[in-house]
């Protein structure tokens, strides 16, 4: 593998007390650390939503959605992919130790490395972090067995992912970048690749060179966005939230707080600009004139005036038709035309 990062020596038995990812997160006060183990599964969420990680290791469990129909489904779904890929590997062992403790799952795993097996499902990999009192903790799918040198001898392992996804997503690939990082630390070499067992039988494989400088930017800020003790803003959004089991809790505080993610048009990327702005509330929004909002990226005349007539509607109550004198007449002849072809805004609120 030609990789641009350095990599731990041959001969080291990993872990040393110089990481190869060097992390921003390492001048913080150890003292202000909350989270004590970095997984794979919060590394994986944080991508999707900062809040849901922080969520998943703070958050009171009683407040979680039960499971959909549909979610159930895909976990299962899940599950059958996974046991048909792990047929293919024979004999294959798994570290038993109790569900959560992580230090006898690396103990577990790493006797197991050390002997030697073929492969191994589901086994915990475990490093400190750079930052004080935090351990990275991996748990590929897959630990093979290969050719090559590490702490223990003339073998290796690598790391294999079964998603059930068909394409390698991004936040897959950070994840397989993680495994194999961790996996570097545990077995004093780098593994020569990270794959990933993908839907329809294909096998990916990670272009470690690439991800690992992405990992490196994707895990300074996880470790420093949960050690904070303040979650996240939310941002009610179809893609990432309604498959969330936090959807629930999210959706009742957005609704007190009046939260602009829950005015239609208003995304992610909108919001950034709003926010850079300074209107993160509804009265500020109401406020605004849609024309010092139109040059937006992402926005333009339309969109400006619908989002500030939404929040005016919001404001006071009732529906505000497009042509009232109360909307800024600052459209063009083609744009008012439009607007009175669409009649009122309805708000979804
Ligand atoms: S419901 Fe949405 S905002 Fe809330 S934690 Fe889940 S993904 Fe994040």
């Known amino acids: 593998m030609s990789a641009s990062y ?9 872990g040393g007390p110089q990481s190869p990812l060097r992390l921003a997160a390492e001048a913080s006060t150890p003292s202000q650390s ?11 969420h944080y991508q999707r939503c900062s ?3 922080f969520l998943d290791l703070y958050g009171d469990r009683a407040q979680q959605n039960h499971p959909s129909d549909y979610l159930l489904k895909l976990r299962q779904d899940s599950l059958t992919h996974r046991e048909r890929v792990l047929e293919d590997y024979y004999p294959l062992y798994r570290p038993e130790f109790p569900s959560g403790d992580w230090a006898a799952g690396a103990k577990a795993t790493l006797d197991l490395m050390a002997e030697g097996v073929e492969a191994i499902r589901q086994g915990v990999l475990a490093t400190p972090s750079a930052v004080a009192g935090v351990q990275l903790v991996s748990q590929p ?18 790391p294999i992912d079964i998603k059930l996804g068909k394409k390698p997503k991004l936040d897959y690939q950070i994840v397989a970048a993680y495994h194999a990082y961790v996996l570097s630390r545990v077995q ?20 470690l060179a690439r991800l690992v400088p992405k990992l490196q930017t994707v895990l300074n800020d996880c470790l420093m966005d949960l050690r904070s003790q303040v979650a996240p803003e939310l941002f009610i959004s179809h893609s990432r939230c309604d498959l969330c089991h936090w959807l629930n809790h ?10 602009l993610s829950l ?8 919001y ?17 004139s849609p024309a010092h909002l139109a040059p937006l990226p992402g926005f333009g005349e339309q969109v400006a005036e619908k989002l500030v007539h939404q929040a005016q509607a919001l404001v006071d109550n009732r529906a505000i038709p497009r042509s009232a004198p109360y909307a800024p007449p600052r459209l063009s002849p083609v744009a008012r035309r439009s607007a009175r072809r669409r009649g009122r805004t309805l708000l979804r609120y």
């Open 6 to 14: 350095p990599l731990p020596s041959r001969s080291s038995s990993g």
């Open 272 to 288: 950034e600009f709003l926010k850079q702005h300074h209107l993160t509330t509804v009265a500020a929004l109401a406020q605004a």
């Open 263 to 270: 005015l239609p048009g208003v995304t992610p990327a909108r």
């Open 141 to 158: 799918d897959l630990l093979i067995k290969r050719p090559g040198w590490s702490c223990w001898g003339d073998w290796v392992y690598l």
């Open 34 to 44: 909350l989270i004590r183990w970095l997984t794979d599964d919060v590394l994986f």
């Open 51 to 53: 809040r849901r990680a």
């Open 250 to 259: 999210c959706y009742s505080e957005a609704k007190a707080t009046r939260h």
């Open 188 to 207: 004093g070499v780098w593994p020569e690749a990270s794959g990933l067992a993908l839907r329809g039988g294909q096998m990916y494989t990670v272009d």
